[in-house]
């Protein structure tokens, strides 16, 4: 009775983490006991899906618990959790928050070591390659977070084999591949010279009768290469098999990376020379190339096998950026030929590939110390469209680092491997590569992010590249008919582009450098300046003159950052006057109609530098940044575009197009705000008031329920003791309510949200955001909290009169219709914040009933209506859900 007790109550308590955590944790203690093994065996898999708790905690003591009954004998752990259900749990620990190298995985890694990476006098080598190349066919996800948390558990000796023996079957793959190629083009031309000799014969048949065939012989030969090839294909490891290629090689590199810190130290010193060994010479270079030429020749195969190349382009690119990720962890001169072949790639990169990722190229050459050249490199190609003989500027000039030719000199004086000097990207791609090393969150973009900001020629020369974007910004966001000829839309990609990659590295090198603090710099307070002052004017000076036709243009990919609500396309297709030395430009829409006025790209320009800066001061705060209090001022300025959008509503259909790019920066901003602290009444204010016209049930509600939520759970893990008396996400939703709700006039009371609201002119995001509080625990606390203290002012102030003003009457019928509502929550019933709602509204559901009784005692000899609108409903709705 005791054991089922703790398993079947205590274990399974859903109202406190840590009561599941201490009765599994007197389970694991019971198991000391062979006496209770009996009786657990039969009780244990009725807590099997603890593994999958909320709580952390829980987790990690269910896994101890495991680990514990693994030596335990009659018992299996894998009849508790079954195995399936643990390799779901090891894939989930590496995905979304949780830490993929945290206490839960490492743990579930040791509890499952035996099975996939077996060891002891009687495991061979093959044997352990068999167990991981299974593991990464069955479980990728999973086998990835295992052999990341591997090195926790076993010896740096036994991970520097497993990673070189795993190399040694990509490269074998690769060899494996070749020899099938081979073997299919020797078929082919021999089927070939059968076919001509058919055609002979059957000419001859045709003359003096039937002859016999000659190419039996050879067909039997082509059956005999294809069945060979299928039975290699389940049997063999190859190099087509792209997906487990790609699984093999960032095995190799998380095993490497694991060890990283550990091997250098002298008494690895054996293990170090070991693996240089194995990954020195040609190796990596034979496997990067292979697979390199296998992801080109997937950009040309026909369109009705476009999901699957792109499956396998992607697949080669991982096996690419893997083995770049370990070269790296070399000496240039170790890796035999891969530095010619990068440059030689860099060479030949076209301006119309979109698929393009050379952030593990920049990575590496950035890792063997080459990140001046690079930076210098990218600067040169991006000042190429913000330079002295571009069109956007006429002074502006990048003045090449003297320092960065030094240095290149120095180390080929002191003997080191000479690398091709870095050619110069096109502009486009020179601006998505610094995007993306300045925003990747892949570890070749954080290494090459690293680098570029620990050198100050690097982030000097960019710097300097991309201060032109601002004036070729300035002008554009001043753009006329005289001079709209001079921009197209593909230029206008890059300006803005410029611009979020030149706030993004003002933010980093902040971070970068800062000693105590993470205090905005110079440069982010100028460019918030820069947007409240220039920007957000130029807007609203575009939305004056601007009659419909924003809405031909399509503002989400012109801005540089995605939403989650814009579709992915190219609509950017410069063009060059015939006959011209000059270059000139032509605007090109995605439905090929030319916009009359040219105030449009001002505006949508606009739109896109504002939601580029609330998405980098978004990411700012939540790495840690301050300024809270500026940014918050600042984007409360800014969110003024989304109510300038709101009023061309009825004149222009281009307020979806704007509100989709600016209404989740603005409330990603909003929430991380939330998290540091900082008061977003005003700016959450403003975001909700330009909501007026979203579709009910689409993506812009999600978003807004989402972002209202989000806060409100983040300032209950905030609040000390669950203390509302600082919220500041309630009071702004239930003052915009009173606008929108029904009048207190209106005689039916109302049951839910949805009726407490008039259906006509209701602005959609403000009853959302009011159901969204209504339907939280904390928001319903907060919410009880704010109209127990109107409520209670209101008492105050009037006493026992009977007669109120017009405006005060108003305000308590409003006040108390929400205590109606807040009184059919579900969230009454949840934990401790329901109770101490409960215990809330009970003491002011007293309050109400003593006023009442005070004013009709008072005046009981004169004719008076109710002391309270709405009162027998509200005391009778409050009884009723205190009693729940």
Wanted: contains cysteine; proline residues 3%.
């Amino acid at each position: 009775m005791f054991h089922s007790g703790i398993i079947t109550k205590l274990a399974s308590d859903k109202s406190s983490a840590p009561v599941r955590a201490a009765a599994i944790s007197a389970v694991t203690l019971m198991l000391e006991a062979p006496q209770t093994h009996a009786v657990l065996r039969a009780l244990l898999p009725s807590i099997g899906n603890l593994i999958h708790d909320t709580s952390e905690k829980v987790r990690l003591t269910m896994v101890k618990m495991l680990l514990r009954i693994k030596k335990v004998k009659g018992i299996k752990f894998y009849h508790v959790v079954p195995v399936e259900h643990l390799l779901v749990r090891l894939a989930a620990e590496g995905q979304g928050s949780s830490n993929p190298t945290g206490g839960v995985a490492s743990a579930l890694t040791n509890l499952m070591q035996n099975s996939y990476f077996p060891q002891g006098d009687g495991v061979t080598g093959s044997e352990q390659v068999r167990r991981t190349l299974g593991f990464l066919v069955s479980h990728p996800l999973a086998a990835e977070v295992f052999y990341t948390n591997l090195s926790s558990h076993m010896s740096i000796n036994s991970i520097s084999k497993l990673a070189a023996m795993l190399l040694k079957c990509l490269s074998a793959s690769v060899e494996t591949e070749k020899k099938h190629v081979d073997m299919e083009q020797r078929a082919k031309k021999k089927t070939h010279r059968s076919s001509k000799k058919r055609k002979s014969s059957t000419k001859k048949q045709s003359k003096n009768g039937s002859v016999e065939s000659d190419n039996d012989d050879d067909q039997s030969l082509s059956r005999g290469v294809e069945d060979e090839e299928e039975s290699s294909a389940s049997t063999t490891l190859i190099a087509s098999n792209t997906a487990l290629m790609a699984s093999i090689a960032e095995t190799i590199c998380c095993l490497w990376e694991s060890i990283g810190d550990s091997i250098s130290e002298r008494q690895n010193k054996a293990c170090y020379e070991f693996l240089m060994d194995a990954f020195s010479g040609a190796v990596l270079t034979d496997v990067h190339t292979h697979f390199d030429e296998k992801a080109n020749e997937c950009v040309n195969d026909d369109e009705s096998e476009e999901s699957s190349s792109l499956k396998i382009q992607a697949d080669c690119h991982r096996v690419c950026a893997s083995l770049l990720r370990c070269a790296g962890r070399m000496p240039i001169n170790a890796v035999v030929g891969l530095s010619n072949h990068l440059t030689t790639k860099l060479k030949h990169v076209k301006d119309d590939r979109e698929d393009t990722n050379l952030a593990p190229h920049i990575a590496l050459l950035c890792l063997w110390g080459k990140t001046d050249e690079v930076a210098v490199s990218l600067a040169k190609s991006i000042s190429k469209v913000f330079g002295k003989s571009d069109i956007f500027s006429d002074e502006n000039e990048l003045a090449i680092m003297d320092e960065s030719e030094r240095h290149t000199r120095k180390r080929r004086q002191g003997g080191e491997a000479a690398v091709p000097s870095i050619p110069c990207l096109p502009a486009s791609i020179a601006l998505r590569v610094i995007g993306n090393i300045l925003s990747g969150p892949d570890p070749s973009c954080i290494a090459a992010r690293e680098s570029i900001l620990h050198s100050g020629v690097a982030c000097n020369a960019l710097f300097k590249s991309l201060e032109g974007a601002h004036r070729a910004a300035e002008k554009l966001l001043g753009i006329n008919e005289i001079n709209a000829h001079l921009f197209a839309t593909a230029d206008i990609e890059l300006i803005l582009t410029a611009c979020e990659s030149y706030g993004r590295l003002a933010l980093h090198k902040q971070a970068a450098t800062a000693d105590e603090g993470m205090k905005l710099n110079d440069q982010a307070q100028t460019m918030m300046m820069w947007i409240t002052n220039r920007v957000i004017p130029a807007f609203e000076h575009g939305r004056q003159e601007l009659t419909p036709g924003i809405a031909e243009l399509d503002i989400s990919r012109i801005s540089s950052v995605r939403s989650s609500m814009a579709p992915p396309g190219t609509i950017f297709t410069p063009q060059e006057l015939d006959g011209s030395n000059e270059k000139r430009h032509s605007i090109t829409f995605l439905n090929d109609g030319d916009v009359e006025e040219a105030s449009v790209y001002a505006k949508a320009s606009a739109i896109s530098l504002v939601s580029s800066a609330t998405i980098i001061f978004s990411e700012w705060l939540a790495v840690g940044g301050q300024g809270g209090n500026d940014i918050a001022f600042h984007a409360t300025k800014w969110s003024d575009m989304l109510c300038l959008s709101s009023r061309d509503v009825q004149k222009d259909n281009s307020l979806p197009l704007a509100r989709d790019e600016l209404l989740p920066a603005f409330c990603r901003l909003a929430v991380q705000l939330v998290k540091c602290g900082i008061n977003v009444d005003k700016l959450l204010q403003s975001i909700l008031k330009s909501c007026d016209g979203i579709e009910e049930g689409g993506a812009e509600q999600c978003v807004v329920k989402k972002s209202v939520v989000a806060m409100l759970n983040i300032q209950a893990q905030k609040s000390c003791d669950n203390d509302v008396e600082s919220n500041d996400i309630v009071p702004p939703i239930v003052e915009l309510s009173k606008s929108y709700a029904t009048s207190c006039d209106h005689e039916d009371v109302p049951d839910s949200a949805d009726e407490f609201f008039d259906d006509e002119g209701c602005n959609p995001a403000v009853k959302t955001a009011f159901a969204a509080v209504c339907t939280n625990s904390f928001g319903c606390l907060a919410l009880m909290n704010h109209l127990s203290r109107n409520v209670s002012k209101f008492i105050g102030d009037h006493g026992a009169s009977a007669d109120m003003p017009v405006g005060a009457a108003e305000t308590i019928a409003f006040d108390l219709k929400c205590l109606i509502v807040l009184s059919s929550s579900t969230a009454l019933s949840k934990g401790a914040n329901g109770r101490k709602l409960k215990a809330e509204m009970q003491e002011l559901r007293k309050k109400i009933k003593d006023y009442a009784r005070s004013v009709v005692n008072k005046n009981k000899n004169e004719e008076m209506e109710a002391p309270l609108p709405f009162l027998t409903d509200v005391l009778s709705n409050m009884k009723s859900a205190i009693s729940t």
